[in-house]
């Protein structure tokens, strides 16, 4: 058929049908230049969500990803900042980014599962207004909910949300640099 093209996964090389195909874009839809999008399996996907959540040092609040959205995407704080100085949302956007900070684990905070050292906290949708990513409100009451976890811990936890939701990503924009932020389903 004309149309048809077989694909592959960019890792194992297993043949992929396109509506299970994840594209881990690391170049951020061409924001960051040294990066490239690789295509994936959604197992080889997770593999590389693990992988790079292992190489991150610093700390992330991270919100569950849902069946709802598809795409699952990092910001840094920093990044979220730039160039907000001349935006007419300038005290939303702000105000946003210091409510997510909010929930980051404290420097000597144990990861709720093992007692090692938390990175991560562990965030449900409820922390947005009406469960909507793009709604720049964040409901602070939500922290009680939150579980502190070390990064094996996040993995696994992760990886079984996923499984037992079903969840299939289309994208995922990754951590690129080593900074503070948060993962978000969109």
Same mark, same amino acid.
């Given at each position: =058929?004309? @149309?048809?093209?077989? %694909? ?12 299970? =195909? ?8 061409? *924001?960051?230049?040294?990066? *490239? ?6 197992? +080889? +996907? ?6 790079? %959540? ?17 795409? &699952?995407? @990092?910001?840094?704080?920093? =990044? ?12 939303? /956007?702000?105000?946003? /980014?210091?409510?997510?900070?909010? @929930?980051?684990?404290?420097?000597? $905070?144990?990861?709720? *599962? ?5 990175? &991560? ?5 409820? /922390? ?13 009451? $939500? ?15 992760? *990886? ?10 289309? $994208?995922? &924009? ?13």
């Amino acid at each position: =058929m004309f @149309f048809h093209k077989e %694909l592959y996964c960019e890792k194992c090389h297993n043949p992929i049908n396109k509506k299970n =195909m994840c594209t881990f874009d690391y170049s951020l839809q061409r *924001r960051n230049k040294t990066g *490239r999008k690789i295509s994936l399996c959604q197992d +080889c +996907c997770l593999k590389e969500l693990a992988a790079n %959540l292992r190489k991150h040092s610093q700390k992330a609040v991270i919100i569950q990803p849902t069946g709802k959205y598809d795409t &699952y995407a @990092f910001y840094s704080f920093n =990044m979220l900042s730039e160039g907000v100085e001349h935006s007419m949302d300038k005290d939303t /956007i702000l105000k946003y /980014i210091q409510d997510i900070e909010s @929930f980051l684990p404290k420097d000597n $905070e144990e990861c709720n *599962r093992c007692s090692s050292h938390a990175s &991560y906290t562990w965030c449900t949708m409820n /922390i947005y207004s009406k469960d909507n990513p793009s709604y720049m409100y964040i409901d602070l009451a $939500e922290k009680k909910d939150c579980i502190y976890l070390c990064t094996d811990c996040l993995i696994n936890l992760l *990886r079984k949300k996923i499984q037992t939701e079903n969840i299939h990503f289309r $994208e995922i &924009y990754p951590m690129v640099d080593d900074e503070a932020g948060f993962y978000t389903p969109w």
